[in-house]
């Protein structure tokens, strides 16, 4: 396998630039994820490390040696794309063991039926192998995209939103499939997705890619839990984070944060570590943040509670989804089904602000949040060695 290394790639196409000094250090048998959305340059980056494209500037380095002049075939990586890219006048089997008959990669036909049949079997397609492309469902297209990748046993997999086209059920399925062969081969592994929930159940690392821009990388739960800024919080999480402006002020040793457009003042709950923190930035405008399932909604009037009205009410699949509104100012909160909810109804709704995450409302950058030390020494462990 190897370990890949990008320092400071650039890359651009006419006046567009889609890779603005990107660095990354990806480690031997880690699965990374790209993340971004669309347009971001996570696929820029998977064929810069394909060798399918050279940047401009920067070296990309496979265990430590520059790669930038060696050509993709010569570079010994798989790659995964999301229209699966099959040969249509070829059997499963023959498109399996095409890398494998190339002049580059080319093998005795005993070890390629082997080889073939068991990764098919790994798959749970064995029973396809007689097939033609044309023949097959788009799960069963995928399932072959990858099998043809993993024959080859390479030093690196590059895989380009294989799932994306997949419904959701075999969407899931696929995604513990793929993390298991990963595990299995012990392969490194670098897979592109726009999608938080693929991204946070198979990564190792995820680094979040934006305008061609490394925004933040780390743990699944490290970004989730604490993002760096902003951006990367409401990209992080569906329904999307609360992000609530207001002001905080200091009485004595208690912090309140007055939330804009409400006229409610709330007292913060006590954490010394982050109202010393709170201290040290001494930022008075900020933007609360709050995850949907940490609001609290009631239909009738409770004390504390704030006074709002339904701007929508959608179901999703196995819960749903209120979004409340008060004073221009919309609250998203995790609700059961089968709710009877009229839009524009009186709710009422309760912040439990032992969970809130504080940015500065002006760069939107992450600032502090409740229980910080304690989540970090769980979302970023320390590396070994």
């Known amino acids: 396998m190897a370990r890949i290394t990008l320092e400071n790639v650039k890359k651009s196409f006419g006046k567009v630039k889609a890779l603005d000094g990107i660095s990354l250090d990806i480690k031997d048998k880690e699965f990374f994820v790209l993340f971004g959305p669309a347009g971001a340059g996570k696929t ?15 070296l990309v380095k496979f265990d430590g040696q520059i790669v930038n ?8 990586t798989a790659m995964v794309f999301e229209n699966y890219a099959l040969y249509p006048q070829m059997t499963v089997y023959d498109n399996m063991a095409s890398a494998l ?3 580059l ?34 799960g069963q297209k995928q399932r072959v995209a990858m099998g043809r990748a993993l024959v080859r046993m390479p030093k690196v997999y590059l895989m380009d ?20 062969i990963q595990a299995q081969f012990g392969t490194t592994s670098v897979y592109v997705t726009h999608d938080f929930m693929e991204a946070l159940s198979l990564a190792d690392r995820i680094a979040v890619i934006n305008e061609g821009k490394v ?48 006229g409610r003042e709330y007292e913060l709950p006590v954490d010394q570590d982050l109202f010393a923190k709170l201290d040290t930035l001494g930022v008075k405008n900020v933007d609360l943040a709050l995850r949907p399932q940490h609001l609290r909604y009631s239909f009738e009037s409770k004390p504390g509670y704030l006074p709002c009205t339904v701007y929508s009410y959608e179901s999703i699949g196995n819960k749903s989804v209120i979004v409340a509104e008060i004073g221009g100012q919309q609250l998203r909160m995790i609700a059961p089904n089968g709710l009877r909810v009229k839009i524009d109804q009186d709710v009422y709704v309760d912040l439990d602000l032992s969970h809130s995450l504080f940015f500065d409302s002006e760069s939107k950058d992450f600032m502090a949040r409740y229980n910080e030390a304690e989540i970090r020494r769980i979302a970023e462990p320390e590396e070994e060695g």
């Open 101 to 103: 008959r190339s002049n």
């Open 105 to 138: 990669y080319k093998k005795d036909e005993d070890y390629i039926n082997k080889r073939v049949h068991e990764i098919a079997k790994m798959m749970s397609m064995d029973y396809l192998l007689e097939r033609l492309p044309s023949q097959l469902s788009n």
């Open 215 to 262: 925004v933040q990388i780390g743990t699944g739960d490290a970004i989730y839990d604490l993002p760096i800024n902003e951006f990367v919080a409401t990209l992080m999480g569906d329904p999307e984070i609360n992000i609530i402006p207001g002001k905080l002020s200091k009485e004595g040793s208690v912090y309140k944060f007055a939330m804009k457009g409400s």
């Open 161 to 180: 939103e294989p799932l994306a086209h997949l419904d959701a059920k075999l969407r899931n399925a696929m995604r513990t499939e793929l993390k298991g």
């Open 69 to 76: 002049l060696v050509d993709a075939a010569h570079r010994d």
């Open 44 to 58: 820029t980056i998977l064929n810069n490390i394909a060798g399918i494209q050279v940047p401009d500037e920067g």
